[in-house]
């Protein structure tokens, strides 16, 4: 025990503990490289491309040689060059840092890749809106958010009248000008917040968070009322009879209108499809009433 009284003894403490100190870093610094080599050896069992972290891991194994080195010249206080150890120590660690550098700049541009390739996977081609997997994951998480704080729900499922016609009238260029215009249309009607996607074929599905049966029917009426407005105006039907969008009456047009079923969370739902599969059976009541209309689906799954 230091005396604090004997200046003498408390500085040869000192003295001790700074001779120890590099000693303690540099056998530290071993330590880490050694669990740094153990997993890098790990992902080179993993990964398909083997040769990059081949070379990291022989890098890291050259520092962990010249880290043991100094360490034992330091603890047995050898004879050696210390500094040209320290210099080839510190050159292999600019090295290594060069290469971690190239590897996240690389982890980061396929992250960047794989994010692009997400948004290409979650994006209906044609429409440019949610795909039908994206609209029915983001549809899982707002009927979770709704069941566990007791907020509103709704759906609006959206179906072009008879949309075949188009394609069979007119070919599938003009169909898809019609399924575009619906989207957008669709866009324009919907709050900031509402989520829309392309459920498949000429149906989208339209998620409502916050929102009651009554606001539903609103929301859907004022997507109905704008589609009656829309007029497609027919160009060179007896070519490509493809569609355009146009405000005109001369010549040939086209209105596509729309037929609606909403359905609205209750207690009986124990997962979205329920919510879903009420929505369709609100949309096949407005197909069934005459189509250009807006169905809802009560609780007990009847059409009021």
Not at 149 to 159: H, Q, T
Request: charged share 20%.
């Amino acid at each position: 025990m230091i005396d604090p009284d004997n200046p003498g003894l408390r500085g040869n403490g000192r003295e001790s503990l700074i001779e120890i100190i590099p000693a303690v870093l540099i056998a530290l610094g071993l330590v880490l490289l050694a669990a740094s080599i153990w997993r890098t050896q790990r992902l080179i069992g993993i990964l398909p491309d083997k040769r990059p972290w081949l070379s990291l891991r022989n890098l890291m194994g050259f520092l962990a040689v010249g880290y043991g080195v100094y360490l034992y010249a330091t603890i047995r206080n050898l004879p050696v060059n210390k500094d040209l150890i320290a210099s080839e120590v510190f050159f292999l660690t600019a090295l290594f840092m060069l290469l971690v550098v190239q590897f996240a700049y690389q982890t980061i541009h396929d992250i960047m890749h794989l994010d692009e390739l997400k948004q290409i996977a979650n994006t209906d081609e044609l429409t440019g809106m949610y795909s039908r997997r994206a609209i029915l994951e983001l549809l899982d998480d707002e009927f979770q958010k709704a069941r566990r704080f007791g907020f509103p729900l709704s759906v609006a499922m959206v179906d072009i009248d008879y949309f075949k016609d188009v394609n069979d009238t007119y070919s599938h260029l003009a169909g898809d000008v019609v399924l575009r215009e619906v989207a957008r249309v669709l866009q324009t009607r919907l709050r900031k917040f509402d989520v829309l996607g392309r459920f498949g074929g000429d149906e989208f599905l339209c998620v409502l968070p916050g929102t009651g049966v009554a606001g539903a029917i609103s929301t859907g009426e004022r997507v109905r009322a704008r589609m009656n407005e829309l007029q497609f105006e027919i160009i060179a039907p007896d070519e490509l009879g493809v569609l355009e969008i146009g405000s005109t009456i001369e010549g040939e047009t086209h209105c596509s209108t729309v037929s609606i079923g909403v359905a609205t969370l209750h207690n009986g739902m124990q997962v979205p499809n329920d919510l879903v599969q009420e929505a369709d059976a609100a949309l096949y009541g407005s197909k069934e009433g005459g189509r250009n209309m807006v169905s809802s689906a009560s609780p007990a799954g009847d059409r009021r």
